[in-house]
Each structure stands twice: as C-alpha cells, then as structure tokens.
C-alpha cells in the first residue's frame, strides 16, 4: 500500500503561514485524517510534543521518508474553529483551484504588528435645547450640510468623521465651522473599534408586516424541521428584507449562536449598519476595506473571544472565525463585488454554502434582482424560495418613459439627449428638482452597432457582440473567430454604422450648452481620483448644490438622494453589447437600480430610458420591474447555449509577458484537455484573447470548458493542475481557474 504524508502547520497566527513540515501518516490515521484536523506530532530536535494541522494530505513525500516523523495522534479537541476555517481552505482549494497556502491566507488574518489608526469622533458641545434652536435656525436658513449633521450628532450622540463623509455627504469643512463655533466637540481616539458608535438606542418593539412575518416564520418553521437549504428571498425594492435579517438574527442570538451580514461594499450601506446598530448595539462590528490586515485581525479575534454577535461586512467577512456561527445572511446576492478576482476565484455564495455546511448554521440571501444562477436553484428546489412583491407601505415606483433612438435620429435629433428627455430636464429644474444622468457604460469595449435599425455585430458561435479591433477586424474574445469590420449594416444597409463613442464629459458639456442655467456635476473616474472626491461630490450634490449629477454606475448603486425626481439612462443597452453571456442580467439589474433612484422622497419620481433595443427583453423587464418574466427568457437563452447556471463553465486564463509562450501553453492546455477527457464530453472553447488582451505588459489569453457534471469537471480540473505542476513549460506563464465566472 502507498504511504501517504501530511503537510503539517504548527502555528496559525504568524505571519509564516507558508512555514509546513511534512509527517509520516500512521496506518490507523489514514481512513480518518482530512484537511483541517488538529493533530499532535513530536517537532524540532528534541521531538517535544506540539500541537500542528493538517493542511493537505499527499503521496508524493518532499524529502527523504526515513528521516520524516511521524503523526502521533489525532487532538481530542479537533474541531476547533481553526480546524473548520483550514477545512474550508482546503475545500476552496479542491474547488478553485490554485495552493493551499493561497486558500490559507484568504481564509485566515495573518497577526501584524500594525500602527493603530486614529479614528475622529463628533459629539455635541452645547446642550439639547441649544442644539434644537440651532436646528430650527439652520432650517430657516436653508443650510442643508449644517442641518443633517447636526441631526444626526442628535439622534447618534456620537458620530465618526468617516461616517459623516461617507454616507451624510458632508465635507469636513463643515464640521470644522461647527466646532469653532462652539457647537461640536472632535475627539480622536486610538481605535480598533466600531465605525459608528456603539452606544444602543433601545427601540420599541418592532412592527413586522405582514409578509415580512409570514417570512419570518416559514423560514423559522422550516428550521425547526431540519430543513438545513439556504434560503432566497427575492424581494422588491423597499420591500423590507432588512427587517426580516434582523428578526432571524434576533433568534440565532437568543440561542447562544452568531451571525454574520455579508454586503457589497460597506460606504453604501451605512443607513442599514446603522439599523443594525440600533437594534443590536454593540454586540456589531463592521470590517470594511480601510482596515488593515492587523486591524482586521484584530476584528476578528474580538469574535472569536466572543465580544461580538454580529459581524457586517463584505465578503471577507465571511471568514469571521465565530465558534457558534449560527447564520450567513448575505444582501444584495447578485451583486459582482462578490466574485473575487485573485486566486483562490471563490464566489462567496458557494463558499458561504460550504461554510454553513461545515458549521450546522444556516444560510440566506436577499436581492430584489437575485442572480439567475441563484434562482435556478431555487426554482430546482436546491433553496428555499421566499418572495416580496409589495413595497413597504405600498409605496409607488418610478413612472417609466421608453424613447426609440432609432426613431430620433429618423426625426433628425442626433443628440444624446433625446427631445422628451430635454422637455423633462426643462420642467424639474424650473420646479427646483433634481435629476440624474447616468450613462450605461459598463462592458464599453469598442462594439459595432447600426444607428438606422440597432443591430449589433455578433459572433455567429458564441452569441456576444464582436470587438472592434484598431487594425478594422472585429474580434470575439469566447473563441476566437475573426471578421472584416464592413461598411454598411447587413440588415438594413444602412451607412450609419459605427461604436459608441459618447462619453460623460462630451455628456456634460452638452447638457450645460443646452440648460446654462443648470449647475452641474460629473461623477466618474476621471473626476473621482483623489480620496474624498468621491464623498464631495456626493455632498455637493445632497446639499442641494447642484441640479444634474452625470455619471456612470458609480452613481445608482446605494445612494439615496430625496431631492432626485428625475433619473435619464443613455444608451440603456450599451451594457448588452459586452462580451458576456450575463450581459442581459447585468443590463436588467442595472437599469432596475438606476429606476430605483427616482421618486425616494414625498414627490412622485420618473426614470426615461433611452435604448436602440426598446423591444430587448431585458429592457421591457427592467421597465415592468418583472423579475420572473425577466427569469423566464434569461434562463430559455442559458439552456439554449449550455451557459451557466444550465451547465457549468470551467475557465482557464493564462497571462505571461511572452506573448509566443503563452500561446504555446494555452495551446498544450487545450491538447491536454482534449486527451483527458476521453469519453468526450467537454465542449471546449478557444483559446482566445481576453477582452483586455494586454494588462501592464501581460498578455492575457483565456479557454473555457462547458460540461453538466460539476464533479466531472472538477476530477479535470485536478488533472489539469497536476500536468501544469510537472511541466516546467509553464513557470513563466500563470495560470488561473475560474467557475462560472
């Protein structure tokens, strides 16, 4: 029989996370040892006893076997939370490939010495009637910035600098005045702490409607019964998720159990912090990507000592090493930030998924557009399916305009700004509101489009649109298919062909040629460079210091500005034309959000979308706000072409600064794979350029690898990994996978 061997970690909290031994695995350990187990093995010159675990298990020994020590038992305390994290590390290895040292690091916050940061805290100088005088004056006097600050110091208490820039919009000047007036007292403090103050505001019992209760307890019912399937709610926008997060996490705290809320990026989701806060107190935390690595640490030894209940963050808030993890909520399911882009490609749904499993804790996703993936497997009854179609307090959504461009430039209006959206633009700003351009350039990669009739130039194999190259070919970048760039449309044959080329500055200076009265803002990434451009726009424009805000993305994710009764999306379909099979979803979820925008406070709001492909499914859905008819369609396509979630997709992308080597390799990998899978059922695809074929000087190709078994797919995969390993033809090329990604 073969001997097998452990590589073995003695200590998890150093920085020297890539420091393993390897050890002898003893007959009787072999059937039951695996990844992440605590084991006692003898170490060093004098063979003392210490405590190590085990990383991976392999037969292939890294020096000479009579030399190596053997393990001497398994812990009695092996299930440590440790054990469980290197557990997952070891599952995120086999899963997405890459090392074990990769997945480690990922998983566990090295220990750094780190220089703690100085955190600034505002808190009230003068007493409450002065505040509430002051209030009043500054309502009076219509100071927008003053006002909102000083009523959130009232209802806080204390509030951090960082929160008040962020999420309030209000620049630092301001409270700077504030304070040599006499009015707030800044203090800063040496912190490894809360973002917002950790002083409760007791609430009074909280009033659930009645489909946030009827929620609530299914899902409760369904525990009670064994019944361990992550949950999605799918609930309409304002419907109220929130509260049914917290009435679960209510229970999993009452049972000595913690929880965990994953978010897509903390600045956008202070307002929701904030209620957790009210409710729970200092029992939350919050990690966000201004920590470092020692502050992180330091974060999560705080749940592992058990300070806190509550962890908030994005998805590296995922690996909080809670000893009782009782639930994984994660909000916004379907959005990209979730997806990482280094090595281990984890997404966190499927490692949050593994975690629960490993924990006996639960798990549950909210979105008012999940993602079709998600959905799939509820529909397949892998989840539970939850679903809201009420807004809270049944409010309105925006009223929805559609404008044909096609029909405009047959009218002979060749500005961006369609002649209904100008009229609109008219009518808010002679009644003092404010209005939002976003312009949908998400994917813009050089696409080819006819102005007559909208067709866009498509690859005739894969589905998605062609790229214009500089030397007049359109290239696909799924597999590699080459065409001349032609002359006139072949659908209509009409001469108006071309790319987009509009882009938010050319935006701005139309728009203030047009309304010169207007004050405007831009928001992209040309204007956002320096680091509080981002909070002073935003402010500027929450002040109510500007009546048009441009931007791109950046501006209809998570904002929330009252005064906006307008929102006007240019070149809706711009995002369809990406080299992407999820464009379609990305278009929906997108444009959904930025209809969203409009109409947040008392007056009723209205979202224009301008599109070349009114009649796109993806744009009718997003304008009826009809998920499951957006489903229906979405998920039709997918079958069709074997794309995720209907079949998995396995992609290989190799980069190297030798654009010959790199070609060759990816040319082996393809060979390999084709010489693996004897019984030919992979479809393989490419290699191909990646849509960004050259990043700083690294040629970027990509291969993909379609196939319905999962466990297929990951069996090739490994096999994969192992030939790259053995041949050195690939030291200079590196090679990352990726699933249905």
Avoid at 161 to 178: I, P, Q, R
Wanted: charged share 25%; glycine share 6%; hydrophobic share 35%.
């Amino acid at each position: 029989m073969d001997k097998l061997f452990a590589d073995i970690i003695v200590d998890i909290t150093s920085e020297k996370l890539d420091r393993t031994f390897q050890y002898r695995i003893p007959e009787h350990l072999r059937e039951v040892l695996r990844p992440g187990m605590q084991v006692n093995i003898p170490f060093g010159n004098g063979s003392r006893r210490l405590r190590g675990y085990v990383l991976q298990i392999t037969d292939c020994p890294s020096y000479e076997i009579e030399k190596m020590k053997e393990i001497l038992s398994v812990a009695e305390e092996g299930n440590t939370i440790e054990a469980r994290l290197i557990s997952l590390a070891a599952w995120m290895r086999e899963e997405y490939g890459g090392t074990m040292i990769q997945a480690l690091k990922t998983v566990l916050p090295v220990k750094q010495k780190m220089k703690q940061k100085e955190e600034r805290w505002i808190t009230l100088n003068i007493s409450e009637e002065e505040a509430q005088e002051k209030r009043e004056e500054y309502k009076r006097k219509h100071y927008v910035a003053k006002l909102r600050i000083l009523e959130a110091v009232l209802e806080e208490k204390e509030l951090s600098t960082s929160l008040a820039a962020n999420k309030l919009h209000v620049t630092s000047g301001v409270w700077k005045s504030m304070e040599e007036q006499g009015i707030f007292r800044i203090q800063s403090r040496k912190v490894y702490r809360n973002p917002v103050s950790a002083s409760r505001q007791e609430q009074g019992q909280v009033v659930l409607t009645a489909d946030q209760r009827r929620i609530s307890q299914d899902i409760l019912k369904g525990w009670n019964q064994n019944d361990s399937r992550p949950c999605l709610i799918r609930g309409v926008t304002g419907s109220g998720k929130t509260q049914v997060y917290m009435e679960l996490m209510e229970q999993v705290i009452q049972q000595g159990k913690q929880a965990i809320l994953l978010i897509p990026e903390i600045a956008l989701t202070y307002q929701t912090v904030l209620r957790f806060y009210h409710r729970f107190g200092d029992k939350v935390s919050v990690l966000h990507s201004r920590l470092s690595m020692g502050e992180r640490s330091d974060q999560f030894e705080r749940a592992k000592r058990g300070e806190i209940q509550i962890m908030i963050g994005p998805r590296s808030a995922l690996f909080t090493p809670f000893p009782r993890l009782g639930l994984i909520v994660m909000d916004e399911e379907h959005e990209t930030s979730y997806q990482s882009e280094t090595t281990p490609c984890y997404h966190a749904r499927e490692t949050a998924i593994a975690r629960a499993n490993l924990e006996n804790a639960y798990l549950i996703m909210g979105s008012a557009t999940p993602s079709v993936d998600a959905y799939y497997q509820a529909k397949q009854g892998a989840y539970r399916l939850f679903e809201m179609d009420q807004r809270y307090e049944n409010r309105q959504m925006a009223a929805v305009t559609t404008i044909d461009l096609r029909e405009e430039l047959r009218e002979g209006n060749r500005s961006i700004l369609s002649k209904t959206l100008q009229e609109k633009i008219e009518d808010r700003l002679n009644k003092k509101e404010q209005i939002m351009l976003f312009l949908n350039r998400r994917g813009y990669a050089g696409f080819l489009s006819c102005r007559s009739c909208g067709e866009v130039m498509k690859c005739p194999h894969c589905d998605v649109s062609l790229s214009l190259h500089r030397h007049g070919r359109m290239v696909c970048h799924y597999c590699g298919y080459e065409t001349k760039q032609p002359q006139g449309c072949p659908k209509c044959g009409s001469p108006y062909i071309g790319g987009f080329r509009a882009g938010t500055q050319q935006i701005e200076d139309l728009v203030k040629k047009r309304f010169p009265q207007a004050r405007v803002l831009r928001m992209d990434l040309d204007t956002t460079k320096r680091k509080e451009s981002h909070s002073e726009i935003l402010s500027a424009f929450a002040n109510q210091e500007a009546d048009i805000l441009i931007g791109t993305q950046m501006i209809v994710k998570g904002h929330d500005f009252p005064g906006v009764t307008l929102v006007g999306i240019l070149a809706a379909d711009l995002s369809l034309n990406v080299s992407d099979y999820r464009a379609g979803e990305r278009t929906f979820q997108l444009l959904t959000q930025a209809v969203g925008r409009a109409g947040r406070g008392e007056k009723p709001g209205e979202a224009v979308i301008q599109t070349y492909q009114p009649e796109h499914y993806s744009i009718q859905a997003a304008i009826r706000q009809d998920y499951p008819g957006f489903y229906e369609e979405e998920i039709g396509y997918r079958q069709l072409l074997a794309y995720p979630p209907a079949a998995h997709l396995f992609a290989v992308r190799g980069s190297s600064m030798d654009e010959k080597l790199l070609a060759m390799g990816m040319d082996y990998i393809r060979k390999f794979l084709k010489k693996a899978d004897a019984g030919q059922k992979l479809l393989i695809i490419g290699p191909a350029d990646e849509p960004v074929a050259k990043v700083a000087d690294m040629y970027r190709k990509v291969l993909y690898v379609k196939q319905k078994d999962h466990e297929y797919l990951l069996r090739i995969k490994n096999q994969l990994e192992r030939y790259i390993e053995i041949n050195s033809g690939f030291k200079n090329i590196r090679i990352q996978f990726d699933f249905n990604h």
